[in-house]
């Protein structure tokens, strides 16, 4: 009996005492190797039980063709398959995601592996990024059932009512204007969050959105901001300036992709067949109307037909990509790769907009409240996460959120900064941490980061939410397998409000 409490006191000890640091960068190794190992069996049991079909004179044709089933593919897959008349084809370059991606505190380590993510670089930036290499930032994009949504840092954010109501302006599509599409944002959610009020959020839908299981710091976060005067309001409302906790699409402690939430029961439906590992080359044309696809799965080019739609989910980078092997983009672009022209569009790829950010800090904390990986990381937090889903490992390195807006454009009902709390201390493994999490030079910013090692501390991102500059998206081969050159092209607009913005903000 004595023995028996004895053990079990000794070995809830053993549960708390910390990993060494170097835990995790070996948990970034083990990671990695998972990842290949479990990738490389789903791939091969794919060309054995799910072989490409016989070669046949008529392609087979569908009523519609979704190309990518990332964050908006799997939704409208779900939703156009909902109607059992119609007959549904999802193209998708990926996989189902992996477990690892359903784990929130192991987004970092999930990010940058060949087969689950597209992990293009940018060209290198004139204006930024100098702690990248070459200046070359890196641009994570999810490439599996459920896309981006399987990668991303689950932060719950709508755009504000005035991006979508500037979008019906621009296309003089009223169905686009924040009044309309607020009813489809309620019936996609199952609203667990921070500011339940129903004349915002929906319940019973198919994506769980959450408050965060582990949140240091945010009563500070949110404490300060009450002092300096801004309102502590649901950012998912009406979005003025506004500071408050991080609402997020998990589920009991897990990621809750769109792969999870809108397609894997779906994927049961007769009418949707999902096509993975089918890479779309290009969009076939019948004048300027789209009548089909290619794609190119296990090495073999096959060809099917829509009768209705093709609708393009492949992503920022992808869609743009197919639409110039198609033929469809600015004539110079196509001319220059021998690829017959189509439809001149000089705007496809152009026009590419990203919220660049900032990571300002450490800010140097006297108390010992952080997330202190060194001090938290231990046997027992493993084995709280894989027992009832708490702990660190529910941790998405944010956990506070506000909007406002720098002195020009002074909108407070638009604002142009959105910040993020990142209550991390400065643990032994931070500069390579943070350099993995941003594809960053760790060289460069260990003599930085080092200098504080110990001390416990916050950052704060600052994201430039509404940026002047514009970029591109341009192939450079009609070959598939080849990455467009892609240029967020930072900083680059001439009055430089952005940069000024960034200053402020
Ligand atoms: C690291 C990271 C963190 C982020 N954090 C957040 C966050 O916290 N909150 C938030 O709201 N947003 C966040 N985002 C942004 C958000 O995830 C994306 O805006 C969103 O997922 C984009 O959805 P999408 O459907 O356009 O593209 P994706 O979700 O990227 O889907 C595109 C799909 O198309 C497939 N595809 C591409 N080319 C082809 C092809 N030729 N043939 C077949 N399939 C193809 C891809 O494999 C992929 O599955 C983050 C993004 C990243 C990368």
Redesign the pocket.
Same mark, same amino acid.
């Given at each position: 009996m004595a023995s028996n409490l004895l053990f079990r006191i000794l070995s809830r000890e053993l549960l708390n005492i910390p990993l060494p640091s170097l835990f995790i960068p070996v948990g970034y190794a083990t990671i990695a190797i998972v990842t290949t190992l479990v990738c490389t069996a789903k791939f091969t049991a794919d060309v054995v039980f799910r072989p490409n079909p016989p070669t046949i004179t008529q392609p087979e044709t569908y009523d519609f063709i979704i !190309? #990518? #089933?990332? @964050?908006? *593919?799997?939704v409208v897959a779900n939703r156009l398959s909902e109607n059992a008349r119609w007959k549904v084809l999802l193209?998708?370059? *990926?996989d189902t995601p992996l477990i690892l991606n359903s784990i929130p505190g192991l987004?970092s380590g999930n990010?940058y592996h060949k087969d689950t993510d597209?992990n293009y670089f940018s060209v290198p930036q004139k204006n930024c990024s100098y702690t990248s290499l070459n200046q070359k930032i890196g641009?994570?994009? #999810?490439?599996?059932?459920? *896309?981006?949504?399987?990668?991303?840092?689950? /932060?719950?954010?709508r755009g504000n009512p005035k991006d979508y109501d500037n979008w019906a302006n621009i296309t003089g599509d009223k169905s686009w204007n924040y009044k309309n599409l607020l009813k489809y944002f309620k019936i996609s959610e199952d609203y667990h969050g921070n500011f339940p009020d129903r004349q915002y959020h929906g319940s019973g839908g198919p994506l769980t959105i959450s408050k965060l299981r582990n949140e240091p710091l945010v009563k500070q976060w949110v404490a300060a901001a009450e002092e300096l005067g801004f309102n502590i309001t649901d950012p998912n409302a009406e979005q003025t300036s506004t500071f408050s906790p991080i609402d997020?699409?998990t589920k009991n402690g897990q990621r809750d992709s769109?792969y999870n939430a809108f397609l894997r029961n779906a994927m049961n439906r007769k009418n949707l067949n999902v096509v993975r590992y089918? +890479? +779309?080359?290009k969009i076939l044309m019948s004048g300027k109307n789209a009548t089909g696809v290619v794609?190119i799965r296990h090495g073999k080019k096959i060809e099917v037909q829509a009768s209705k739609e093709i609708i393009l989910?492949?992503? !920022?980078? *992808? @869609?743009p990509? /197919?639409l110039q092997r198609s033929g469809i983009g600015p004539r110079h672009l196509l001319e220059s790769l021998k690829i017959p022209v189509v439809h001149d569009l000089p705007g496809v790829g152009e026009g590419l907009q990203d919220h660049v950010m900032t990571v300002a800090g450490p800010i140097l904390l006297n108390d010992s409240v952080s997330f202190m990986f060194d001090d938290i990381i231990s046997p027992g937090t493993l084995l709280k996460y894989a027992r009832k889903r708490l702990g660190p490992l529910t941790f998405?390195v +944010?956990s506070g959120v506000g909007f406002f807006s720098t002195s020009e454009p002074k909108n407070p009902d638009w604002p142009n900064i959105c910040v993020f709390l990142s209550p991390m201390g400065m643990h032994a493994s931070f500069a390579q941490d943070i350099a993995r999490?941003f594809a960053l030079e760790r060289k460069l910013l260990e003599p930085y980061y080092n200098h504080f090692k110990g001390h416990h501390a916050t950052q704060v991102f600052i994201n430039l939410g509404r940026p002047e500059s514009r970029g591109s998206v341009k192939i450079k081969s009609s070959d598939?397998d080849v990455p467009p050159d892609i240029d967020p092209n930072y900083y680059s607009d001439a009055g430089g409000k952005d940069i000024r913005a960034m200053i402020e903000g």
């Open positions: !190309v #990518g #089933g990332g @964050s908006a *593919g799997a193209l998708e370059a *990926g987004l990010m597209w641009l994570s994009r #999810g490439k599996s059932l459920g *896309g981006s949504s399987n990668l991303n840092f689950m /932060i719950y954010q997020t699409t769109t089918a +890479v +779309v080359d794609y989910c492949a992503g !920022v980078f *992808g @869609s990509s /197919i998405i +944010v999490l598939p």
